[in-house]
């Protein structure tokens, strides 16, 4: 990062062949809305190459497990679940919310087998922000070395949120939310992009806990959604590992956050999961209006995605140019950070320094 004055440009820095092709495996990743689950709930979500069951107990506590029953692999997520214990549907074993087998009707009082040590691969699973987290990862690992879960720091009047699944990598889609270069190409309606000229840009970055945040003050010249809320926005703008962007508009006691997450699902699918949160409940009345808009910016950035992830199959490198790539040379960086300090059994280490950027967008 301190050689920004220097455009540089790199390609082996960003791909190697193999954890780094992968997205962090120890960390929390987004699997959808926390109102979708009911208390007595389940569904199947997929995560990193892994089908995992997540659901809410009767007591409204959070589940996720490996959707996969022990004795012939049927998706347990197919079966019933009472609340308490899920039933697999093809031969009946139950097994509790923690995984352990409970009963397998199918044994005999004669049969000596025993199935309290068979059990389900269990994950830990929280809410935050409206969202449910996983952490796919197993095996120990240090709750500090992990980077936060996105929280909010203002109630709600209103919230929109919209899903879409990408084909393309996660750190493909991950670099979309960092990239401010793509902006003025792809998101270039009228209502965010009303003015088709670039122009040249300077933000301040500095590092936070697992990522950097940009900042910038009086942006009376950006978009017309700014300018819904009156006088002059404060924007905040972080990115955090594994593949959160979290947007803070502040204007005097008015908040607005907008917050992108991407999932990898497979290695070639990843759920793109936008939400804007706003404190003024007249907001609400633009919901039908912000859908269908957030849902075309969303789109914006699929089509795009997938057209570049064909392009990276036929011939995966890519050349990370000037001061605008920065931020996504820095998101290799601090995965990297966060695979050599998990390696090495060490603290995460922040590599970035306080910077400033110049680009044209
Ligand atoms: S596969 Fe689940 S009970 Fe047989
Ligand atoms: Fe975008």
């Known amino acids: 990062m301190s050689s920004a004055a220097a455009p540089r440009v790199s390609a082996d820095d960003a791909l190697d062949p193999r954890a780094m092709r992968e997205p962090l495996p120890n960390a929390w990743y987004c699997v959808g809305q926390a109102s979708a689950i009911a208390g007595g709930k389940m569904r199947a979500v997929a995560l990193n190459g892994e089908q995992v069951v997540v659901g809410r107990a009767r007591d409204g506590a959070l589940f996720a497990l490996r959707d996969r029953c022990p004795h012939r692999g049927m998706a347990l997520s197919k079966g019933k679940f009472d609340g308490d214990t899920l039933m697999c549907p093809f031969h009946g074993w139950r097994f509790g919310t923690d995984g352990r087998c409970r009963d397998v009707p199918t044994l005999s009082e004669h049969d000596a087998s025993d199935f309290s040590r068979i059990a389900v691969q269990r994950f830990p699973i ?7 987290w996983v952490n796919p990862h197993l095996g120990p690992s240090d709750p500090g070395a992990v980077p936060a879960v996105p929280s909010l720091d203002f109630e709600p009047a209103g919230c929109l949120v919209l899903e879409l699944e990408v084909e393309a990598s996660f750190d493909l889609t991950t670099l979309s939310l ?3 270069g793509h902006v003025a190409f792809v998101h270039d309606t009228w209502w965010f992009r009303p003015s ?3 122009r040249e840009k300077v933000k301040t970055f500095q590092p936070v806990p697992h990522g950097f945040v940009m900042t910038s003050h009086a942006t009376t010249t950006s978009s017309p959604v700014y300018r819904l809320l009156g006088g002059v926005p404060e924007v905040e703008i972080e990115f ?5 962007r979290l947007e803070r508009i502040k204007a ?16 070639n699918r990843t759920m793109l999961t936008n939400a804007l949160y706003w404190s003024m409940p007249a907001l609400n009345l633009l919901k039908p209006v912000a859908r269908p808009m957030m849902r075309q910016f969303l789109t914006q950035d699929q089509q795009v995605l997938q057209h570049a992830q064909a ?3 036929r011939k995966p490198t890519m050349v990370l140019l ?3 790539d920065l931020p996504s040379q820095w998101y290799f960086r601090l995965k990297r950070e966060a695979l050599e300090a998990a390696r090495e059994g060490r603290p995460f280490a922040n590599p970035l320094v306080h910077q400033e950027l110049r680009w044209r967008s």
């Open 126 to 132: 929280v809410e935050s922000a409206g969202f449910l």
């Open 178 to 180: 960092v990239d401010p």
């Open 196 to 198: 088709k000229e670039l």
């Open 240 to 244: 955090r590992l594994p593949g959160v």
């Open 252 to 267: 005097g006691t008015k908040r607005v956050a907008n917050y992108t997450f991407a999932t990898p699902m497979s290695p």
């Open 311 to 313: 392009g990276l199959d």
């Open 322 to 324: 000037g001061q605008g």
